[in-house]
């Protein structure tokens, strides 16, 4: 099976230096955000370019780069909907695709053919999910829930050697889910596929499948919460490795024999190691550590042990590497705080490194950009809250700057050393930005991770509110200057804040976030179903913790809120309901207070378009400049 990134798609780009120095020059939101947004690769055929997603339309579309020159061409033209691109055919230049329509992540399978056709491939699926190749390069793996909302079956379709024209293509059902289990991996031999089964957001359970005598076993029975996650299969089949926290804080990664039904450690760091793949005829192993909001990557030579170091590398966090078919060459993006992505191609045998982007806007000088620094400060009780700080360069003896926090999603995720236009922005036009990675965070020990389960809005908002101490004692921070924005499960922090805390932030910037916990767990898409219990488990169920759920909603106190906020909300959110933004909104509105409300017609959880992504940051500076720098 082809490899595709184990990494989260990421809003980075990359870079290109200067030899001038800049002053701190002031950029429009326009120019940084024409640093084009670049992710993925899949190697053709021969080898000779690769097929990658890009925003440079405006809109993601996909684009093969030419690995000689340097040359790009588009070979999608979606001014809509965003179009993912995932795989090359293995013996043609055909490509494989995924889109949804406006954000409501119903996403469907595109084979688009070499004349520019497109096939819809999963055209009876209500959402369908790319998995990859079979190792023998005939058939893809994808996974969908046509037949029961709420599950995702496994199936594989032969797309080599058959044509619509001839009857369509053949699909058979490799696994049908009925107990809420997840298919994740497949044997190169298709005897095994790795089921996961999520118990709890910081708990799961690994079963193996084996499809010639149809038996399901548990091979991580444990007790207590521990996240086993399968990784890949040993190319002999025989081998099933998995990351796991058994008996400790950070995840490592585990053996599992087949046969014998043993387990053993095979690879363990000082921090998470958060995926592990193998290249397709098991020459190399690249391994990735979530290193205190960092990535950290391994890339093993599985014949000599060795570690393979890249010379002449650029500073930065490596990611998505991609290893050809032949093992010869690999590409991967690199990054920083300060650097957008870009991508590289290096070749095993001579040892060469090749730039093949450059995004970073040209107009914009990479010493105006600002580092982020990671930091940390105690909270209310003493528990060390890890952030990242951005500062404004040329910071003069005596400022006192307006600041904000910044929450990430999740509630599990982490903020992390990538780069971010919005937060460079903000950044280059005066503000202090303070990226909070509050307790209940990923990336910092499973401890940390299960602090504030079902003590949401309570914990975590003490965290941000502790922030603020760190933020005064900086000495350049106005006390009475600073606010809160976030997403999604951030963007409820903002409103729990101005909720609960209302004397704490001045002003708050919500982007799509939950203020009705009650109604959002109520209506959490049918496709999330087998992670429904393993959200009340963490948040608390709708229907036995009715009350908590209550008590922890900011709209039914929104009657608390004295300071203004903006809100950004895409009408086709199947994750955060347009209700909850309108709700709150017109509550607050009620009680005169300034609100200002954007919603974009075209988007889901998550802008996908620039020009949407432009007005947002550009009403959030307006908003900001009017409410916290001139307050």
């Given amino acids: 099976m082809k490899k595709l990134s184990l990494l989260l798609f990421l809003i ?9 120095l800049s002053q701190n020059q002031g950029y429009t939101i326009e120019q940084f955000m024409n640093t084009t947004q670049v992710f993925g690769g899949d190697f053709s055929a021969d080898e000779k370019t690769i097929l990658m997603t890009s925003k440079a339309s405006g809109v993601l579309n996909a684009y093969s780069i030419d690995l000689e020159t340097g040359e790009q061409t588009q070979l999608t033209h979606s001014s809509e909907n965003a179009i993912i691109a995932r795989s090359y055919f293995p013996s043609d230049d055909r490509i494989i695709y995924t889109s949804d329509e406006g954000g409501n992540e119903l996403t469907q399978i595109y084979i688009k053919n070499k004349e520019g056709s497109v096939i819809d491939l999963t055209p009876d699926s209500a959402k369908a999910s790319y998995y990859g190749w079979n190792h023998n390069n005939t058939a893809i793996y994808w996974a969908s829930n046509k037949r029961d909302p709420r599950y995702f079956d496994l199936y594989r379709t032969e797309v080599i050697g058959a044509s619509v024209a001839e009857g369509g293509f053949q699909t058979d059902n490799l696994y049908m889910n009925d107990n809420g289990f997840t298919p994740t991996i497949v044997s190169d031999n298709e005897r095994y596929i790795a089921l996961s089964e999520r118990v709890a957001t910081s708990d799961a359970n690994i079963h193996l499948l084996d499809t010639q005598t149809g038996e399901v076993s548990l091979i991580t029975p444990h007790e207590g919460n521990v996240l086993n996650e399968p990784q890949f299969f040993s190319k002999d089949h025989n081998t099933l490795y998995f990351t796991t926290d058994l008996d400790s804080e950070f995840a490592y990664l585990m053996s599992y024999d087949i046969a014998n039904q043993t387990q053993k450690v095979e690879q363990k760091a000082e921090w998470a190691i958060s995926y592990a793949y193998l290249s397709r005829n098991g020459a190399y192993r690249v391994t990735g550590i979530n290193e205190d909001a960092s990535t950290k990557i391994i890339i093993q030579d599985n014949h000599s042990k060795e570690i393979i170091t890249i010379p002449n590398l650029p500073e930065g966090d490596i990611s998505s590497v991609n290893i050809s078919d032949s093992e010869t060459q690999m590409t ?3 990054s920083s705080s300060k650097m957008p992505r870009d ?9 060469t490194l090749k730039k093949l982007t450059r995004t970073l806007n040209p107009e914009i000088n990479p010493n105006d950009l600002v580092a982020g620094q990671v930091v940390r400060f105690p909270s209310f009780d003493s528990l060390s809250i890890p952030a990242i700080l951005y500062k404004p360069n040329n910071i003069q003896k005596g400022d006192k700057l307006p600041a904000l926090l910044y929450i990430h999603g999740g509630p599990g995720g982490q903020t992390r050393l990538n780069y971010t236009d919005r937060i460079q922005y903000w950044v280059n036009q005066g503000y202090v930005v303070l990226a909070v990675n509050n307790r209940g965070s990923s990336g910092y020990g499973k401890t940390f991770y299960k602090a504030d389960d079902l003590k949401h809005g309570d914990v975590d908002l003490k965290d941000c509110i502790a922030s603020k101490e760190f933020l005064i004692n900086t000495g350049y921070v106005a006390a009475d200057k600073i606010g809160i924005m976030g997403g999604s499960y951030g963007g409820y922090m903002v409103m729990a804040a101005l909720a609960f805390a209302p004397d704490e932030f001045a002003v708050g ?21 087998a992670s429904r219990n393993a959200l009340y488990a963490e948040l ?12 922890k909603s900011p709209l039914f106190f929104a009657h608390q809120i004295t300071k203004p906020f903006i809100v950004f909300q895409g009408a086709n959110d199947p994750r955060v309901l347009q209700i909850e933004s309108d709700e709150i909104v017109a509550a607050a509105r009620n009680n005169n207070i300034p609100v200002e409300y954007i919603i974009f017609p075209d988007e889901g959880h998550g802008f996908s378009k620039k020009v949407n992504n432009i007005e947002a940051s550009q009403k959030t500076l307006e908003f900001l ?3 916290l720098k001139g307050s």
């Fill in 509 to 529: 910037v919500n982007y799509f976030g939950v203020t009705n916990w009650l109604r959002t767990l109520r209506s959490i898409p049918a496709w999330w179903e």
């Fill in 12 to 20: 980075a780009l990359s870079c290109e230096q200067k030899d001038d």
């Fill in 332 to 334: 991967f993006y690199l």
């Fill in 625 to 627: 400049d009017k409410y």
């Fill in 540 to 551: 608390g169920n709708p229907e036995t913790d009715s009350i908590s759920l209550h008590d």
């Fill in 343 to 351: 991508l590289f191609l290096y070749h095993f045998k001579n040892k």
